[in-house]
């Protein structure tokens, strides 16, 4: 599902965006530079810029269309839709849908985890990085690889975790179920009331980031509704 009123979270964010641009009108130039953003995406920003809100409600309109998706973003891209490779392109409604229907499948109960149950299990003995303390380039996928998108899950045995666990650094952000709030909390206590409703924690880093991003502790935040090339999830099951 996307939730009411999604098309308005979305333009609002773009919005956003756009804002944002104008105000640091060297930024697409600079992440051109470092190499954050390819050229097409930093000539993307620069179009941003210059849209009137009318055009950015068309723009997005061609883009989203005005009915729920029926796939991921990227199912069909050749790229990132591999069927190898984890699921990318995917809204948190999408994903916990996906849980609800695996749990009634299966009759176990599936969900997408807490950030807290994520980092304890890509930090062993608290190492910034599942596989130890010291970042070592082909233990993940991330910008150091220069992969630049998905790669098959579990090709980095040096990344794997203490627990047998592949992937926890690099390749996607993963979704979990937790709100921003003041971090470390207390496992298991009700969300704050002024958690944002629309926000959600990632975890892990991706393709896309350097590997700072990739550490156990990095918390990222992503809006309910994007569906973006290097965002998918894993699940939990009880």
């Known amino acids: 599902r996307r939730g009411e009123g999604i098309h308005h979270l979305i333009a609002d964010e773009w919005r956003k965006k756009r804002d944002n641009l104008r105000r640091r009108p060297t930024l697409p130039v600079d ?13 993307s920003m620069v179009k941003l810029t210059t849209m009137t809100d009318d055009a950015l409600r ?6 989203y269309g005005t009915e729920p998706p ?9 790229l990132l839709g591999h069927p190898s490779a984890p699921v990318v392109g995917v809204s948190i409604y999408e994903a916990e849908a996906y849980c609800t229907w695996l749990s009634t ?6 969900r997408l985890p807490t950030e807290h149950e994520w980092e304890a299990a890509a930090s062993v003995e608290g190492h910034l990085f599942p596989y130890g303390n010291t970042f070592t380039p082909l ?3 991330t ?21 047998g666990v592949d992937d926890l650094s690099g390749n996607i952000f993963e979704w979990t179920a937790s709100a921003p709030e003041p971090y470390p909390y207390r496992q298991g206590s009700a969300p704050s009331p002024d958690a944002p409703s629309n926000t959600r924690i ?3 880093g991706s393709w896309r980031h350097h590997h700072n991003r990739a550490r156990a502790a990095y918390r990222g935040r992503g809006q309910c509704f994007v569906r973006n090339d290097d965002l998918g999830f894993r699940i939990v099951r009880e």
């Open 202 to 204: 990632c975890r892990g």
């Open 139 to 141: 233990a993940s996928n």
């Open 143 to 163: 910008f150091e690889l220069h992969a630049r998108g998905t790669l098959p899950s579990g090709i980095f045995p040096e990344g794997t975790s203490p627990h």
């Open 31 to 43: 992440m051109l530079r470092t190499g954050v953003a390819t050229l097409q995406q930093a000539i």
């Open 105 to 110: 499948v299966t009759g176990d109960t599936v």
């Open 70 to 78: 029926s796939a991921p973003a990227y199912w069909y891209d050749s």
């Open 58 to 63: 068309t723009a997005l309109t061609d883009i």
